[in-house]
């Protein structure tokens, strides 16, 4: 765990902040590149048999690269599609909404609105975002690689965290039922809130949220994990992203609005309510070590 002095509190009072651990190392090719509001975001094929360009999907994840502001220590650095680079930075977790029109369109039925929806309701479908999370790896540093197979020692997938549990949740595989948990980063490059503070004169800051898998409730080394929330862990792992794919009912059932149950019950044909569905990824570390703290 990291610490560092920071002033807070009254005048002349100096506050010692512990900072837990949030380091990541990732290389790969990059596959897309696009801008937001000033940020540069890359996506990374990233390999999951430790080489250093992956060609095959099947052995491949994908990550989120940010770069804030698009530059690395106040320098635009040069990247294009096709490039092999690494990628060392801090986990962080990305809200946005998804609109109805976009997870349609990732369906390739974008003729739903056009068929199914009554034209008295078409301005409230339209209306309709879903909420959506996932991880985002921020860049602190980029560095291009030479294409090929992985040098002896070269890291392509590697996530260092510490945080306290704040959900925990199942999720069924066959047989085996695999446990998820969320915890909270409170990381150097947590904000502090102006409008708040903490206790004993220390900044009020919001954490990260990074979700940790333990595949049947166990390490990668085939340990068993038993963790409560509220309990602090640390976890050496690697990056995964869990595909699964939601059919259109399910995604606006999870809205949990009942003006939009309303809406499904007009639907013309509502077969296709079930029929629609679209892919989504789900950026996680998956967990090869795990401390839990008492």
Same mark, same amino acid.
């Given at each position: 765990?990291?610490?560092?002095?920071?002033?807070?509190?009254?005048?002349?009072?100096?506050?010692?902040?512990? #900072?837990?651990?949030?380091?990541?190392?990732?290389?790969?090719?990059?596959?897309?590149?696009?801008?937001?509001?000033?940020?540069?975001?890359?996506?990374?094929?990233?390999?999951?048999?430790?080489?250093?360009?992956?060609?095959?999907?099947?052995?491949?994840?994908?990550?989120?690269?940010?770069?804030?502001?698009?530059?690395?220590?106040?320098?635009?650095?040069?990247?294009?599609?096709?490039?092999?680079?690494?990628?060392?930075?801090?986990?962080?977790?990305?809200?946005?909404?998804?609109?109805?029109?976009?997870?349609?369109?990732?369906?390739?039925?974008?003729?739903? #609105?056009?068929?199914?929806?009554?034209?008295?309701?078409?301005?409230?479908?339209?209306?309709?975002?879903?909420?959506?999370?996932?991880?985002?790896?921020?860049?602190?540093?980029?560095?291009?690689?030479?294409?090929?197979?992985?040098?002896?020692?070269?890291?392509?997938?590697?996530?260092?965290?510490?945080?306290?549990?704040?959900?925990?949740?199942?999720?069924?595989?066959?047989?085996?039922?695999?446990?998820?948990?969320?915890?909270?980063?409170?990381?150097?490059?947590?904000?502090?809130?102006?409008?708040?503070?903490?206790?004993?004169?220390?900044?009020?800051?919001?954490?990260?949220?990074?979700?940790?898998?333990?595949?049947?409730?166990?390490?990668?080394?085939?340990?068993?994990?038993?963790?409560?929330?509220?309990?602090?862990?640390?976890?050496?792992?690697? #990056?995964?992203?869990?595909?699964?794919?939601?059919?259109?009912?399910?995604?606006?059932?999870?809205?949990?609005?009942?003006?939009?149950?309303?809406?499904?019950?007009?639907?013309?044909?509502?077969?296709?309510?079930?029929?629609?569905?679209?892919?989504?990824?789900?950026?996680?570390?998956?967990?090869?070590?795990?401390?839990?703290?008492?």
């Amino acid at each position: 765990m990291k610490k560092k002095t920071s002033n807070g509190g009254a005048a002349g009072v100096r506050v010692n902040e512990q #900072f837990d651990l949030n380091a990541a190392t990732v290389a790969g090719t990059i596959v897309k590149l696009w801008g937001r509001n000033r940020d540069v975001f890359l996506r990374l094929r990233v390999s999951l048999r430790g080489d250093v360009q992956e060609t095959e999907d099947v052995y491949a994840c994908y990550v989120t690269i940010r770069i804030p502001d698009g530059t690395i220590g106040g320098k635009l650095v040069t990247l294009q599609p096709g490039i092999v680079v690494r990628v060392d930075g801090y986990i962080t977790h990305a809200n946005y909404e998804e609109t109805l029109r976009r997870f349609l369109n990732v369906a390739g039925r974008d003729d739903f #609105f056009d068929k199914h929806i009554p034209p008295e309701d078409l301005d409230a479908w339209r209306a309709i975002q879903f909420r959506r999370q996932n991880a985002v790896l921020n860049a602190l540093k980029i560095e291009p690689l030479a294409a090929g197979k992985k040098s002896q020692g070269e890291i392509v997938n590697l996530a260092d965290l510490e945080g306290i549990v704040a959900k925990k949740w199942e999720y069924p595989r066959g047989k085996a039922v695999d446990q998820f948990v969320r915890i909270a980063v409170y990381d150097e490059y947590t904000p502090a809130r102006d409008d708040k503070k903490g206790n004993f004169g220390k900044p009020y800051r919001q954490p990260h949220y990074v979700n940790v898998l333990f595949p049947d409730g166990k390490t990668v080394e085939g340990i068993e994990v038993k963790v409560k929330t509220k309990q602090r862990i640390r976890v050496r792992g690697e #990056f995964r992203d869990q595909g699964r794919r939601v059919t259109l009912r399910d995604a606006l059932v999870s809205l949990g609005s009942s003006d939009v149950i309303d809406m499904m019950g007009r639907v013309i044909n509502p077969e296709a309510l079930d029929e629609i569905s679209a892919q989504q990824e789900s950026l996680h570390v998956l967990a090869n070590a795990v401390i839990v703290y008492n």
